[in-house]
């Protein structure tokens, strides 16, 4: 089985375009491995617990109960809205998550991995997690994710020995950021890490060389809303020992019910670079200390800028994945995201791009080939064209095995491309003049729908809608309906 998760979304506010674009890269690889005839566990999640959550419900009036169950129907909504696959919903306020953390703590504590210390150092809110005073230094003082002064807290906190796994966690990375992403994706020894993109790696190498231990719980004075340390009641478990233990206790996986989960360790971790470093360095410190498999590789994108500015309650600029899909539909949002954000990279958004990508790519490339194709079988041999499928080969495969997803789909179009320009060459409605060439403008006719249908199969993990009208269409007894309009024209 394969096995796929995100990062789980944190509660205190509505879903974001990050968050759908965890949900549409995970989404992408899980349904080529469903193609290629592969079981997949595809997990995501909310993430519930924890200081930001609480202050949020205290603001709107509500409890943190109320509040998380509202919110996480927004995220679960979305990923129906979005078309993505077949999935497993973890939220970590579910009695078997927190029962499993628990017990989680109390292996991690039995094996000598926690000891309970004084903390004094620097806090940020927005990220809930701590940073050493050379951090601190180099971001001038301020959190260069949330652009707030950090808080200096001194309290007495829980800890993990990361630094007894610093050797091993740099030897994971060192030997995944040597293999490729085909390499890492076949193995199964569960002693190294990929980060993609590679640089990133490089990143983390630099943070472990000063990495200390870490605080893995608050003062319930300071956070009350969370999973109770065990056998300490006046400490609250640190979201990121509460959160990061969902990959493993979820659904199909159920650690520690199941010291060795079929489905564990996960093939790709989608996740934001922003929070890399805790994927990258405490997660697998966690999973040593437990005696498991590190995940195989992380996938780890970047940020959706809108009109490239940092998306902002301030500025007024924050766009919704419900405003987009509710005006432009599911598929034209999973192209848009998959194609034009880089998938390892930062990416913008404006709505004239959206529309220009909308019209000029989906509804003019795209739509009006398997327009004129259709009338043109319909028009000169009845509808009776018969694709030769086998005859076509899928030249995007091995880049999204390499999970290169926005270069994948831009080699898709240039073959669609290819076959409006190889219409406007040839010009079939000059060879339907001449009864003579009509078994030519059948073959032309018979490779071009071939064409179309094939790249319907490999549209298939990024429009879905879109690859089922088309074969629905093209079938291998030939056109019995309309063209259907795949994608309407917007203003």
Same mark, same amino acid.
């Given at each position: 089985m394969k096995y796929i998760c995100t990062a789980i979304a944190y509660l205190n506010g509505p879903p974001h375009i990050g968050h759908a674009l965890d949900y549409l890269l995970a989404d992408l690889w899980a349904r080529q491995q469903l193609a290629l005839g592969e079981k997949v566990l595809f &997990?995501?999640?909310?993430?519930?617990?924890?200081?930001?959550?609480?202050?949020?419900?205290?603001?709107?009036?509500?409890t943190p109960e109320k509040l998380t169950d509202q919110n996480s129907v927004l995220f679960k909504d979305l990923l129906t809205k979005m078309n993505v696959s077949d999935h497993r919903f973890v939220r970590t306020t579910s009695p078997d998550h927190k029962r499993r953390v628990a017990e989680i703590w109390q292996k991690l504590d039995q094996a000598g991995h926690i000891y309970k210390n004084t903390y004094s150092g620097w806090y940020c809110e927005g990220c809930e997690a701590f940073y050493t005073d050379s951090e601190v230094k180099e971001s001038d003082g301020k959190c260069p994710i949330h652009h707030r002064p950090f808080t200096k807290v001194e309290e007495e906190n829980y800890f993990l020995r990361l630094q007894t796994f610093l050797p091993d966690i740099k030897k994971a990375l060192l030997k995944g950021s040597e293999m490729s992403v085909a390499d890492a994706l076949a193995g199964d020894n569960g002693d190294y890490i990929k980060i993609l993109p590679d640089f990133r790696a490089k990143e983390i190498l630099n943070l472990l060389e000063k990495a200390p231990d870490v605080s893995i719980s608050r003062p319930k004075s300071q956070v009350s809303w969370g999973i109770p340390?065990?056998?300490?009641? $006046? &400490?609250?478990?640190?979201?990121?020992?509460?959160?990061?233990?969902?990959?493993?206790?979820?659904? $199909? =996986?159920?650690?520690?019910?199941?010291?060795?989960?079929?489905?564990?360790?996960?093939?790709? &971790?989608?996740?934001?670079? $922003?929070? =890399?470093?805790?994927?990258?360095?405490?997660?697998?410190?966690?999973?040593?200390?437990?005696?498991?498999?590190?995940?195989?590789? !992380? !996938?780890?994108?970047?940020?959706?800028?809108?009109d490239g500015e940092k998306m902002s309650k301030s500025l007024g600029n924050v766009v919704s994945p419900d405003q987009i899909i509710d005006k432009y539909g599911a598929d034209a949002f999973r192209y848009?995201?998959?194609?034009?954000?880089?998938?390892?990279?930062?990416?913008?958004?404006?709505?004239?791009?959206?529309?220009?990508?909308?019209?000029?790519?989906?509804?003019?490339?795209?739509?009006?080939?398997?327009?004129?194709?259709?009338?043109?079988?319909?028009k000169y041999f009845d509808g009776?064209?018969?694709?030769?499928?086998?005859?076509?080969?899928?030249?995007?495969?091995?880049?999204?095995?390499? =999970?290169?997803?926005?270069?994948?789909?831009?080699?898709?179009?240039?073959?669609?491309?290819?076959?409006?320009?190889?219409? @406007?060459?040839?010009?079939?409605?000059? =060879?339907?003049?001449?009864?003579?060439?009509?078994? &030519?403008?059948?073959?032309?006719?018979?490779?071009?729908?071939?064409?179309?249908?094939?790249?319907?199969?490999?549209? @298939?993990?990024?429009?879905p809608e879109t690859s089922a009208k088309i074969r629905a269409h093209f079938t291998p007894d030939g056109i019995k309906d309309k063209a259907p309009i795949l994608f309407p024209k917007h203003d």
């Open positions: &997990q995501t999640g909310t993430d519930e617990h924890g200081q930001k959550v609480a202050q949020k419900a205290k603001d709107l009036d509500l340390v065990p056998g300490d009641p $006046d &400490q609250t478990m640190y979201v990121w020992i509460d959160a990061l233990s969902n990959y493993i206790t979820g659904p $199909d =996986l159920e650690y520690p019910d199941h010291e060795n989960p079929k489905a564990w360790p996960a093939d790709v &971790q989608v996740i934001g670079k $922003d929070i =890399l470093r805790f994927h990258a360095v405490i997660w697998p410190a966690m999973l040593l200390g437990l005696g498991l498999k590190l995940p195989k590789v !992380l !996938l780890a994108h970047g940020h959706v800028s809108i848009y995201f998959a194609r034009h954000i880089p998938t390892t990279d930062d990416g913008d958004f404006t709505w004239d791009k959206f529309n220009t990508a909308y019209n000029t790519e989906l509804a003019n490339d795209l739509g009006n080939l398997v327009s004129r194709v259709s009338n043109m079988c319909t009776l064209i018969r694709p030769e499928q086998d005859k076509i080969t899928d030249s995007s495969q091995a880049t999204m095995n390499d =999970l290169e997803f926005s270069t994948a789909l831009d080699q898709i179009w240039e073959r669609i491309r290819i076959q409006n320009r190889r219409i @406007d060459a040839e010009k079939p409605w000059v =060879l339907a003049k001449d009864d003579a060439s009509l078994p &030519q403008l059948n073959t032309l006719l018979t490779e071009i729908v071939s064409n179309i249908i094939q790249i319907a199969s490999e549209i @298939d993990p990024f429009l």
